[in-house]
């Protein structure tokens, strides 16, 4: 984590549907979707068993039925897990590949039976949720799937090259369409993200992520038996600075301030504009002494940084700290923690700005009194 929240496509993060290890409703709704698609296929494909003078005689019957009953076995674990990992989705598109082989083999009359288009279901598949090495490594997959096919049916070199450019042709150019356009859905998505957790003006975060880093947090503060630390910065005289220079001198300070802070914070804090001229850093800390020195460290970067112009202001700075207790709604215990640290900001404005004022909140369940003053460096200067 860092002030500023970078957003960008790589093209190693796993696409969108189940390939991430998490159980989210996207998650489970692809696998479930998966599952159901390779049961259908199973069931249908198994029509073939009780039709006279489709399948060969012999072992290929049996050895289709049990392809019928590998597809079941494929769907068990999408079912089960309810999320596909990225080498699972790929081995399963590739054993997609290597079934409709085994089915042309199995078959009296592969181009009545086993047409190319049965290997839609793995192609749109890789588009849709593979990387891009993966999904051009199906492509290749899927062309050497139509040449074995089609191979048994087809006499003439030229004819059956052209069934095999005309089949893979269009499986891999539908596919790649759909490549294309989960991209750019993914895009979008990045987009949509960034508008609904950024700051427009500053570019740092805003309140809504750190509604939604608030849980990490507080479990991180558990299992490490640290602090969550609340830094509420406002800037001093910032509406005389508007009132005398305009509010586009205005903007250009909270900017410079920003890219003050942003390269201050420690890469683990999260930095947000809350609101007008107020800022608010929340991060981890292992003793009081540690969150006042940070608090020191951001209103020396708030003083020292300038605008184009010259406008400079200072920052009146305010500390909370808290042990997240068992049982506690992060989002709650986060808006106390800011509060608090917003009264210690005040409290700073009514010793003459430019300073900064902290104070520990102890557990709910500490015998300690409910808030402790903590001097900080500029208190005592």
Same mark, same amino acid.
């Given at each position: !984590?860092?002030?500023?929240?970078q957003?960008?496509?790589d093209?190693?993060?796993?696409?969108?549907?189940?390939?991430?290890t998490? &159980?989210g409703?996207?998650?489970r #709704?692809?696998?479930?979707?998966?599952?159901?698609?390779?049961?259908?296929?199973?069931?249908?494909?198994?029509?073939n068993? %009780?039709?006279?003078?489709?399948?060969?005689?012999?072992?290929?019957?049996?050895?289709?039925?049990? +392809?019928?009953?590998?597809?079941?076995?494929?769907?068990?674990?999408?079912?089960?897990?309810? =999320?596909?990992? &990225?080498?699972? !989705?790929?081995?399963?598109?590739?054993l997609?590949?290597?079934i409709?082989?085994?089915? /042309?083999?199995?078959?009296?009359?592969?181009?009545?039976?086993?047409?190319?288009? !049965?290997?839609?279901?793995?192609?749109?598949?890789?588009?849709?949720?593979?990387?891009?090495w993966?999904?051009g490594?199906n492509?290749?997959? +899927?062309?050497?799937a139509?040449?074995?096919?089609?191979w048994p049916?087809?006499?003439?070199?030229? $004819?059956?090259?052209?069934?095999?450019?005309?089949?893979?042709? !269009?499986?891999?150019?539908?596919? *790649?369409?759909?490549? /294309?356009?989960r991209?750019?859905?993914?895009?979008l998505?990045?987009?949509?993200?960034? *508008? +609904?957790?950024?700051?427009?003006l500053t570019?740092? %975060?805003?309140? &809504? %992520?750190?509604?939604?880093?608030?849980?990490r *947090?507080?479990r991180?503060?558990?299992r490490?038996?640290?602090?969550?630390?609340?830094?509420?910065l406002?800037?001093?005289?910032?509406?005389?600075?508007?009132? $005398?220079h305009?509010?586009?001198?205005?903007?250009?300070?909270? &900017?410079?301030?920003?890219?003050?802070? $942003?390269?201050?914070?420690?890469?683990?804090?999260?930095?947000?504009?809350?609101?007008?001229e107020?800022l608010?850093?929340?991060?981890?800390?292992?003793?009081p002494?540690e969150?006042a020195?940070?608090?020191?460290?951001? =209103? %020396?970067? #708030?003083?020292?940084?300038?605008?184009?112009?010259?406008?400079?202001?200072?920052?009146?700075?305010?500390?909370?700290?808290?042990?997240?207790?068992d049982g506690?709604?992060? +989002?709650?215990?986060?808006?106390?923690l800011?509060?608090?640290?917003? $009264?210690?900001?005040?409290?700073?404005?009514r010793?003459g700005?430019? =300073?900064?004022?902290?104070?520990w909140?102890?557990?709910?369940?500490?015998?300690?009194?409910?808030?402790?003053?903590?001097?900080?460096?500029?208190?005592?200067?």
């Amino acid at each position: !984590m860092t002030g500023r929240w970078q957003p960008r496509l790589d093209p190693e993060v796993p696409p969108i549907g189940a390939t991430s290890t998490s &159980r989210g409703p996207e998650q489970r #709704v692809a696998a479930f979707t998966l599952a159901a698609l390779l049961v259908v296929g199973a069931l249908m494909g198994s029509i073939n068993l %009780f039709v006279d003078e489709v399948l060969r005689d012999g072992p290929a019957r049996w050895v289709y039925g049990a +392809t019928m009953g590998l597809l079941v076995v494929m769907a068990a674990p999408l079912f089960v897990r309810q =999320r596909a990992g &990225r080498w699972h !989705m790929f081995g399963l598109v590739l054993l997609g590949d290597l079934i409709y082989v085994v089915v /042309v083999l199995c078959v009296q009359d592969p181009v009545l039976y086993a047409t190319p288009l !049965m290997l839609l279901f793995p192609a749109f598949v890789a588009a849709w949720f593979l990387g891009p090495w993966e999904f051009g490594a199906n492509l290749i997959a +899927t062309t050497a799937a139509c040449l074995v096919g089609l191979w048994p049916s087809h006499d003439d070199p030229v $004819a059956l090259g052209v069934q095999v450019g005309v089949s893979a042709g !269009m499986l891999n150019a539908g596919a *790649l369409g759909v490549f /294309v356009l989960r991209r750019r859905v993914q895009r979008l998505l990045v987009a949509t993200q960034t *508008l +609904t957790r950024l700051d427009p003006l500053t570019g740092l %975060f805003n309140r &809504r %992520f750190l509604v939604e880093q608030a849980p990490r *947090l507080w479990r991180q503060a558990r299992r490490d038996g640290s602090r969550v630390a609340a830094l509420v910065l406002d800037l001093d005289h910032f509406k005389r600075l508007n009132d $005398a220079h305009g509010h586009a001198a205005g903007d250009a300070v909270l &900017r410079a301030v920003a890219e003050s802070l $942003a390269s201050t914070v420690r890469p683990s804090d999260i930095l947000a504009r809350t609101g007008g001229e107020e800022l608010v850093v929340i991060g981890l800390v292992s003793d009081p002494d540690e969150a006042a020195h940070l608090a020191e460290r951001l =209103r %020396f970067a #708030v003083a020292g940084g300038r605008t184009p112009d010259g406008h400079a202001v200072t920052a009146s700075i305010g500390v909370a700290l808290t042990r997240p207790a068992d049982g506690e709604s992060p +989002t709650d215990g986060l808006w106390r923690l800011v509060d608090r640290a917003d $009264a210690a900001m005040y409290e700073a404005k009514r010793q003459g700005r430019d =300073r900064v004022v902290a104070r520990w909140v102890p557990q709910a369940r500490s015998p300690l009194a409910d808030e402790v003053a903590v001097p900080a460096a500029s208190d005592v200067a």
